[in-house]
């Protein structure tokens, strides 16, 4: 197996550029670096932005998009850019493991058949942004079902694949139609796809990643989450994916949790969703 691997990123204007920092240089140190890291700048970026890019420009391909195109669109260009068969995602606020990428490495390894794969999330608060510090700031876990089939059952009512710490065969990805926009759920609806065509999913139990969470539970509710909810399963149950009870199943409790209050989402999140 050639372990080579590239590193696909987007950054938007809103995101912190200290958080950018961190999360290039978690990936450059990594113990099995990057063959390349690609970077897609969707839209124009702050001057503090562009100056952490300019800082790693030696180490990077940077694709600029004259406007802001989404998550799906800005994925779907840079994954063009990518060399190498296999690509490790990394999100522009987060703090990958060191061992992240040489563990997954060594999962596939011994695992041919795999196409994609993930594994377990650490979530915290805060600004930390090395992974000693960010260690002690830990407040959940996040872990998934391991083996292609438990996660075939688990795909009909949530996410079967921890995204920020994905590593996929480009290959595989671009069969199936790569990215798209499809507003909030762009690697869900990939994974779908995906499942569709045979490609075969798996998850370690190591954490590989910790998710910055600041301000998540904010981002997961009100009437705009909860309409794309609703379309997104729509779409599920007219592909035959789901039955309707299951549609009204899993939409009914998906839109309730998004229109309470916050702190009441927090609280199912972290009571009902997590592990500690």
Sequence with gaps: MDRRYSVLMSVYQKECPAYLHAAIKSMLN????????????????????????EEYSGHMKVLRLKRNCGLGVALSEGIKLCRNEWIARMDSDDISASNRCSLQLDYLQKHPEVDVLSGTLAEFEGNACTEKDVIEKVTSYKPLPESCDELKKYMCSRNPINHPCVMFRKSKVLEAGGYQACYLFEDYDLWIRMFQRGAIFANVPQILLYMR???????R??????????????????NQLITVSKFFTVVGIRVLVSLIPARARRYLYETRLRKH
């Design 213 to 219: 969470t600041n301000h998540m539970y904010e981002r």
């Design 30 to 53: 990594q113990t099995e670096v990057p063959d390349e890291i690609v970077l897609v700048c969707d839209g124009p970026l702050t001057d503090d932005q562009n100056q952490v890019i």
């Design 221 to 238: 509710g009100g009437s705009a989450y909860a309409k794309a909810i609703i379309k997104f399963y729509k779409k599920m149950y007219q």
